[in-house]
């Protein structure tokens, strides 16, 4: 059975950092493409960042966050720096069920079948 397991989120102020993990069992994670979503209150869970052949960012993470991964300890994670109060969500690991060199395959939900529980991230003003 896959489970996804993220930690690291917590509380930061506006312009600082947090790095969240994921740890994959149940699967080789050589064998899968990573992605992290967020959900913020009242809204859809949205793309942030994936980790397959290439890297894919969502614009508006672009050159604040870090994804990668290390198939040898079965982790992916998010760097997350200059973090701003609109960051503010819910984070989840997702694991994507092929390799493709496809941003809009990455950003879809449709494209993973595992999911992690989430870590709440919060960012004050």
């Known amino acids: 059975q896959v489970q996804l397991v993220e930690s690291g989120g917590g509380l930061v102020q506006a312009g600082g950092s947090l790095s969240l993990s994921c740890a994959a069992f149940?699967?080789?994670?050589?064998?899968?493409?990573m992605g992290w979503f967020r959900q913020a209150p009242g809204k859809e869970r949205e793309f942030v960042a994936a980790a397959a052949w290439n890297l894919y960012y969502t614009d508006s993470v672009k050159g604040r966050f870090t994804v990668s991964r290390d198939d040898a300890k079965n982790k992916v994670y998010l760097q997350m720096d200059s973090l701003k109060p609109e960051d503010t969500a819910v984070y989840y690991c997702?694991?994507?069920?092929?390799?493709?060199?496809?941003?809009?395959?990455?950003?879809?939900?449709?494209?993973?079948?595992?999911w992690g529980q989430g870590t709440q991230v919060t960012v004050s003003s």
């Open positions: 149940g699967l080789t994670l050589s064998t899968r493409a």
């Open positions: 997702a694991a994507a069920r092929n390799f493709y060199d496809s941003a809009g395959y990455y950003s879809s939900r449709r494209s993973y079948d595992a």
